[in-house]
């Protein structure tokens, strides 16, 4: 049966007003999402509405059940500690159904779902400046403080194998060996550049799973996509207010978290730069990051915690490389493109990046130092 259109999905869900507006708003690479406008004689209410993409979650119920959960412990953290707080830390809500569900599923099988706005907050594709960057640190480190006595066994694992490189290396190699894969491995001397890249720093994929094997590092609640984008800093007082796209919030090691944030933060260039000549990572903003990040989250994080930091900037610069390479050696199937080369560029911005964190290791390590040097 044919989809419904937007305006019929609209108004299945639970918002007050007539539905004036809806239309694509966001970057995001996985799911479709919408910005709806509702109006009533006397108010305006806007929604997140979006379908979820089941090629990639191919369990979206389970994704509904851990936004459930997630919420509504982070809201009641939110509440009680909102007196002490320095600013209005915000998470979206999920906007039930007219039926009383969390999700609409449609008669073509789609599934949708509805959020909350955080109202007069805006995200940036990269860092502004190490302000930005700090409250970023914030952002993160506040997530983690509120759900850091969430057992990670209240939430299911809706993407099994996310954020574990080794897997990530595994799925490569088997792409890599296959027909189609091999063919484009040898298409270009870039190509094969990479895939030489990749060869020299095979030992580090395993570098925190295997510390979580020997019990040097713990499985906690982690947001599973943290990049600058998916952090919004409040129009009205500069402040970092809220993180979103929850999908990926799952159980796993905080240092991937950590690491990809800075991957992200770190490159002023950007994921999708076509001039590696200005791909580097920012050791001064990696400094305000870290500042903002630690002050948040010093009280739960473990010495073994610490020890693994820096080892978390270089790998997740590798593992989000590893992953655009393999998409498009598979044929461009998980992440969105814009033509047959764009996942081997992103490919190209992450390794250069890696190789920048890599040369700038001593000087990484004291920022994070004294970072915990701080009261």
């Not at 599923?105 to 302000?131: C, F, K, M, P, V």
């Not at 001064?284 to 010093?298: N, V």
Request: aromatic fraction near 8%.
């Amino acid at each position: 049966m044919a989809a419904p259109s937007l305006e019929e999905v609209a108004a299945r869900f639970e918002v007050p007003g007539r539905l004036v507006m809806i239309a694509p708003t966001g970057q995001g690479n996985v799911n479709d999402t919408y910005l709806a406008v509702f109006r009533t004689a006397f108010s305006e209410h806007r929604a997140i509405i979006q379908r979820i993409n089941t090629r990639v979650f191919q369990r979206p119920r389970w994704i509904m059940a851990n936004l459930r959960v997630l919420t509504e412990h982070v809201h009641k953290r939110i509440e009680r500690e909102a007196a002490g707080s320095d600013r209005i830390w915000q998470l979206p809500r999920v906007i039930p159904c007219k039926n009383g569900r969390d999700y609409y599923r449609d008669a073509a099988g789609g599934y949708w779902r509805a959020l909350t706005l955080i109202a007069s907050a805006a995200s940036h594709e990269r860092a502004q400046g190490a302000e930005h960057a700090l409250e970023a640190g914030s952002v993160l480190g506040q997530f983690h403080h509120l759900v850091s006595d969430l057992s990670p066994r209240k939430l299911r694992d809706t993407l099994p194998g996310f954020h574990r490189t080794p897997e990530y290396l595994r799925r490569y190699d088997r792409t890599a060996a296959g027909a189609a894969g091999a063919s484009r491995l040898r298409a270009s001397s870039e190509s094969r550049r990479l895939g030489a890249f990749i060869e020299a720093r095979r030992p580090i994929a395993g570098v925190l799973e295997s510390a979580l094997e020997r019990g040097e590092l713990a499985l906690r609640l982690i947001h599973g996509d943290p990049k600058v984008s998916n952090i919004l800093i409040d129009d009205l007082t500069g402040k970092g207010t809220s993180i979103i796209d929850l999908d990926t919030v799952k159980p796993g090691l905080i240092h991937y978290d950590f690491g990809d944030a800075l991957r992200s933060i770190g490159n002023p260039a950007g994921e999708e730069t076509e001039d590696l000549s200005q791909v580097r990572f920012d050791t001064e903003l990696c400094e305000a990051f870290a500042k903002g990040y630690i002050a948040r989250a010093r009280d739960f994080l473990t010495p073994g915690d610490r020890r693994y930091l820096y080892a978390s900037i270089r790998l997740l610069a590798f593992e989000l490389g590893l992953r655009f390479f393999e998409d498009h050696l598979a044929g461009n199937r998980y992440f969105r493109v814009s033509s047959g080369e764009h996942n081997l560029r992103r490919a190209r911005v992450q390794f250069r990046l890696c190789e920048s964190i890599e040369a700038r290791e001593k000087s990484i390590r004291a920022v994070l130092d004294s970072a915990f040097s701080r009261p």
